[in-house]
């Protein structure tokens, strides 16, 4: 007999777990060190696989040196068909996948500092383990986290989950 509690209970975390991907890929905004592949439906010739670069663009056929950094994946899917429609295609569609993201940083008070590839989903306790652990004067509660374009700066909790670029530093403690 089939337990249905049990096949619902599946079907949720699955849900969950679709929905949070769905939700970092929409918010996500691309940037310098972002490896991606762009396709245009039915346009072999109009195709893009590579890194964006540190100036945040990628050079694509066509249109030459295009501005990706700081877009979503959908709105740098708007933006290219937009500029594709220019002129060029009456009704292109554009796809984009990040094939690899950009790494991230932690540096202070860890015993190996440096830049990591980014996994989806890591939490800061983890980056901490897989950066070697903590110093012996590593604070346990002054972590910080810059993130974003603006750099902006937050202090973090081990279960805070880090994204590709963000730059974690681990303070010093006095005591």
């Known amino acids: 007999m089939v337990n249905y509690t049990n096949v619902i209970l599946i079907i949720f975390v699955l849900l969950i777990g679709h929905v949070a991907a769905s939700e ?14 762009i396709t245009v439906y039915q346009e072999s010739d109009l195709a893009f696989s590579g890194q964006i670069s540190q100036q945040g663009k990628v050079d694509f056929p066509l249109l030459g040196s295009i501005q990706l950094s700081g877009f979503t994946q959908q709105q740098a899917k708007s933006h290219i ?41 890591i939490t800061l306790e983890q980056v901490i383990a897989l950066s070697g652990g903590l110093k012996d004067r590593a604070s346990r509660t002054q972590w ?19 994204l590709p670029g963000d730059v974690i530093k681990i303070e010093k403690s006095f005591f």
């Open 81 to 121: 068909e937009a500029l594709l429609k220019d002129g060029y295609l009456v009704s292109p569609s554009v796809s984009i996948r990040v094939s690899s993201y950009r790494p991230f940083f932690i540096y202070g008070e860890v015993r190996n500092p440096g830049s990591y590839t980014y996994q989806p989903d």
């Open 144 to 162: 910080q986290i810059q993130r974003g374009q603006q750099k902006a700066t937050f202090l973090a909790q081990a279960d805070t989950i880090i």
């Open 24 to 37: 970092f890929n929409q918010a996500y905004q691309l940037g310098a060190g972002d490896s991606v592949n």
